[in-house]
């Protein structure tokens, strides 16, 4: 049967129907195994589905009749393979939330690694198609917001764990390739985008929402659990409550973007000003002064909303937050500035001078002690 689906999906002078008919036929043995029951058909799918992607990346991939693009818009470029490579991520995760587990934990963490080789064929389809810029982070969050979107939707063995696990990689992707290498890059101005208003910015906006809803707690499940899970996957779902070190790390992480920003706004108001402009405070340190301004008003901002919620983490965070400022601005901001600049110079030891007097000359003397002198009665009269 699967030779002959491959067979009849072969294109003329092409081999990639193959992989199209071996996924199929995997797709639909999961499905009706899954409907019988029968673990033989889940098996026989299970190894046709393996078969279809092992011809995807070991051949489809060095075809050179499927390089050809599709649609192209800035830095997104979609090639034929890349539409065939997609299908097999839908393959995959088909298979991972329609095979049956049969209450069996063993069958659930098997469906769990099905999901991550999915997630990582998306992750690793993505780099060619969006680049290394801004792009390709974009394509990573699409697929944690799939992820967490799908997570409390039937069978979704692991899914939390693997959007955390992509949104890890776009995390820091985001803070060293996007932001801090950009930064220092030959080519970055600070006046090609706006402050706040710009991609950047907007990418990390959905970083920040991705964390914050790893945050809120799945109601839904809780609501509506599945009684035909395994009994330790469903304890586990029943017993998870909404976790404030993802809140933490998404405040840290608009904490450092928006550093990023003020950094920008300081750049461009020395690109527009005039050459050879006097600064009554030297840009590196107009720099360290607003971050740390930006960072103690995050802490406190933190340390308000953990004390009214509560949350002792966030509590806690905005307290070290705030002293961190405090000691920066101390540290860096005034005695290393005062020190550097030369602000508080001095000679050890110097006594101020005495006033130098000017020298006097003999006439002037003689004048002086003769005006000195007291007057006679005589004279005083003839006055």
Same mark, same amino acid.
């Given at each position: 049967?699967?030779?002959?689906?491959?067979?009849?999906?072969?294109? #003329?002078?092409?081999?990639? %129907?193959?992989?199209?008919?071996?996924?199929?036929?995997?797709?639909?043995?999961?499905?009706?195994?899954?409907?019988?029951?029968?673990?033989?058909?889940? +098996?026989?799918?299970?190894? +046709?589905?393996?078969?279809?992607?092992?011809?995807?990346?070991?051949? =489809?991939?060095?075809?050179?009749?499927?390089?050809?693009?599709?649609?192209? *818009?800035?830095?997104?470029?979609? *090639?034929?393979?890349?539409?065939?490579?997609?299908?097999?991520?839908?393959?995959? $995760?088909?298979?991972?939330?329609?095979?049956? /587990?049969?209450?069996?934990?063993?069958?659930?963490?098997?469906?769990?690694?099905?999901?991550?080789?999915?997630?990582?064929?998306?992750?690793? &389809?993505?780099?060619?198609?969006?680049?290394?810029?801004?792009?390709? @982070?974009?394509?990573?969050?699409?697929?944690? +917001?799939?992820?967490?979107?799908?997570?409390?939707?039937?069978?979704?063995?692991?899914?939390?764990?693997?959007?955390?696990?992509?949104? @890890?990689?776009? &995390?820091?992707?985001?803070?060293?390739a996007d932001a801090a290498l950009t930064r220092v890059g030959p080519g970055w101005n600070a006046a090609a985008s706006l402050p706040v208003l710009n991609w950047q910015m907007g990418v990390a906006a959905?970083?920040?929402?991705?964390?914050?809803?790893?945050?809120?707690?799945?109601?839904?499940?809780?609501?509506?659990?599945?009684? =035909?899970?395994?009994?330790?996957?469903?304890?586990?779902?029943?017993?998870?409550?909404?976790?404030?070190?993802?809140?933490?790390?998404?405040?840290?992480?608009?904490?450092?973007?928006?550093?990023?920003?003020?950094?920008?706004?300081?750049?461009?108001?020395?690109?527009?000003?005039?050459?050879?402009?006097?600064?009554?405070?030297?840009?590196?340190?107009?720099?360290?002064?607003?971050?740390?301004?930006?960072?103690?008003?995050?802490?406190?901002?933190?340390?308000?909303?953990?004390?009214?919620? #509560?949350?002792?983490?966030?509590?806690?965070? %905005?307290?070290?937050?705030?002293?961190?400022?405090?000691?920066?601005?101390?540290?860096?901001?005034?005695? $290393?500035?005062?020190?550097?600049?030369?602000?508080?110079? %001095?000679?050890?030891?110097?006594?101020?001078?005495?006033?130098?007097?000017? #020298?006097?000359?003999?006439?002037?003397?003689?004048?002086?002690? /003769?005006?000195?002198? #007291?007057?006679?009665?005589?004279?005083?009269?003839?006055?």
């Amino acid at each position: 049967m699967a030779a002959s689906s491959s067979i009849a999906c072969r294109g #003329p002078g092409e081999g990639f %129907g193959q992989t199209i008919g071996w996924l199929a036929m995997g797709v639909a043995c999961v499905e009706v195994g899954r409907r019988l029951p029968s673990r033989g058909v889940d +098996v026989f799918g299970l190894l +046709v589905a393996a078969a279809g992607l092992w011809r995807l990346w070991a051949l =489809d991939s060095q075809n050179t009749a499927l390089q050809t693009t599709v649609w192209a *818009y800035g830095s997104l470029s979609i *090639y034929r393979w890349t539409m065939l490579a997609l299908g097999a991520v839908l393959a995959t $995760h088909f298979i991972a939330r329609r095979l049956r /587990t049969g209450g069996d934990y063993r069958w659930w963490k098997f469906c769990a690694f099905i999901a991550f080789l999915g997630t990582v064929q998306w992750v690793v &389809v993505c780099t060619p198609s969006c680049g290394p810029g801004l792009t390709l @982070t974009m394509g990573w969050l699409l697929a944690v +917001v799939v992820l967490l979107a799908l997570a409390p939707i039937g069978q979704s063995p692991g899914y939390r764990g693997l959007a955390a696990f992509v949104l @890890t990689i776009a &995390v820091v992707k985001w803070l060293v390739a996007d932001a801090a290498l950009t930064r220092v890059g030959p080519g970055w101005n600070a006046a090609a985008s706006l402050p706040v208003l710009n991609w950047q910015m907007g990418v990390a906006a959905l970083t920040c929402g991705c964390l914050y809803w790893f945050y809120r707690p799945p109601s839904a499940l809780a609501a509506r659990p599945r009684r =035909d899970l395994p009994a330790v996957v469903l304890q586990k779902q029943l017993a998870r409550r909404s976790s404030s070190f993802s809140l933490v790390v998404g405040v840290l992480f608009l904490l450092v973007a928006l550093s990023f920003e003020v950094e920008r706004v300081i750049a461009r108001s020395e690109l527009a000003a005039p050459v050879g402009t006097i600064w009554l405070v030297s840009p590196p340190q107009t720099r360290i002064l607003w971050w740390t301004l930006l960072w103690a008003a995050g802490g406190t901002v933190c340390t308000f909303v953990g004390q009214r919620r #509560p949350l002792a983490a966030l509590f806690s965070t %905005g307290w070290a937050l705030t002293w961190l400022a405090g000691i920066a601005w101390l540290a860096a901001g005034v005695l $290393h500035w005062r020190i550097t600049a030369g602000v508080a110079q %001095g000679v050890r030891g110097a006594r101020p001078r005495a006033r130098a007097r000017r #020298p006097r000359s003999a006439a002037g003397a003689c004048a002086r002690r /003769t005006r000195a002198r #007291p007057r006679s009665p005589s004279a005083r009269a003839a006055r």
